[in-house]
């Protein structure tokens, strides 16, 4: 950290509407870099890395680099590019809002639909329905106008996401993720039960080398992938889980799951897709099959984030009842399919 003076000017935490700024340095600091990022709050260290190399930055005038050392009286000049904006079509799309202020928007996505557009999706995303709800205000990081999105959940699982209004808040709620300090928790309906009725699944995750689109457990060479589950109901060939992730990986609950020999219900990617067990036969077998294939995928709801507020740096807790196809679903195995004891 570099040696502050309590009267130094940093920037307040908005928008970086203005592009230029300067700062007059008043005590030593060991590094260019670090002296802009505790003044320019929102920018990320990389990001002002890049600046410096690209002359965006000057010190006392002349190009330095990120190492630089600051010295009481030096002036320090950074140039912000305009911000690139989205080419992404406002579209007016209901929105299921738990919550929002001013930093803030907490959603209930529903299954079925993607959180940002891609080159296969470009409409009926969540961004085309923020983009409409909020118009400008929405947060745009590291020069690109981009809507707000934090972290994402996949398409066919439906819950709760926090969007940022500002950046600020992108930064702050992205950091609180980056050193595991949000609490996600999901419900799952998963074939079968795992063999102890709660536990720790550790893995390193990775793309699955035999088909792109999907995630598996590796060995070597994937990144690091802790869920905590508990049994909350047993019924007789699926269970309802209760899900903690530390981690936030793509697929993380899905691959995980499948890994202890309990797919999702519905998750036709890891296996969940089709009845496991051999035991339901004839129409009572048609009728669990036909319960399955009316699930709108995987049978995974995030219901729970919690997370410190931007603003006021008290913990907040949101919650969201599982979307209609998961209820359904449970309601229906409480019916017909009883655990046999």
């Known amino acids: 950290m570099c040696s502050e003076s309590p009267h130094v000017n940093q920037l307040d935490d908005e928008n970086l509407e203005d592009r230029e700024h300067e700062f007059q340095a008043e005590a030593d ?12 709050t929102t920018l990320s260290r990389g990001h002002i890395q890049r600046l410096i190399k690209t002359d965006s930055v000057s010190l006392n005038g002349v190009a330095a680099k990120p190492s630089k050392s600051v ?14 904006p989205s080419d992404i079509v406002p579209e007016d799309i209901p929105l299921d809002i738990i919550f929002e202020d001013g930093d803030i928007i907490v959603v209930n996505k529903p299954k079925g639909m993607t959180v940002h557009p891609a080159p296969n999706q470009s409409t009926g995303t969540l961004v085309n329905a923020l983009l409409k709800y909020c118009g400008d205000s929405l947060s745009g990081i590291n020069e690109v106008a981009r809507p707000g999105i934090v972290h994402r959940i996949d398409k066919d699982t439906s819950g709760l996401l926090v969007v940022a209004k500002t950046d600020f808040a992108h930064n702050h709620i992205a950091e609180q993720i980056k050193l595991r300090e949000t609490t996600k928790k999901y419900t799952a309906v998963a074939h079968g039960a795992p063999s102890k ?31 905590l589950y508990e049994t909350k109901e047993k019924f007789g060939h699926f269970s309802e889980i209760d899900v903690k992730i530390l981690t936030g990986r793509t697929h993380q609950i899905r691959v995980h799951l499948a890994h202890i020999g309990c797919p999702i219900a519905g998750d036709g990617a890891y296996g969940g897709g089709s009845l496991k067990t051999q035991e339901l036969r004839g129409d ?58």
């Open 29 to 40: 600091c060991s590094r260019l870099d670090m002296f802009i990022k505790e003044r320019l």
């Open 71 to 84: 010295r009481p009286g030096d002036w320090i000049r950074v140039s912000l590019p305009p911000l690139q």
């Open 197 to 227: 009725s709660s536990g720790r699944i550790e893995t390193l995750i990775a793309r699955n080398p035999r088909d792109r689109k999907k995630m598996c457990v590796a060995k070597k060479d994937g990144r690091d992938a802790i869920t």
């Open 284 to 341: 009572r077998r048609a009728a669990f099959q036909d319960a399955l294939d009316r699930l709108q995928g995987q049978a995974l709801h995030a219901r729970e984030i919690s997370f410190r507020h931007p603003r006021t740096n008290e913990t907040v807790s949101f919650t969201a009842p599982p979307a209609p196809d998961i209820a359904a679903f449970i309601n229906f195995l409480k019916e017909n399919d009883p655990l046999e004891v």
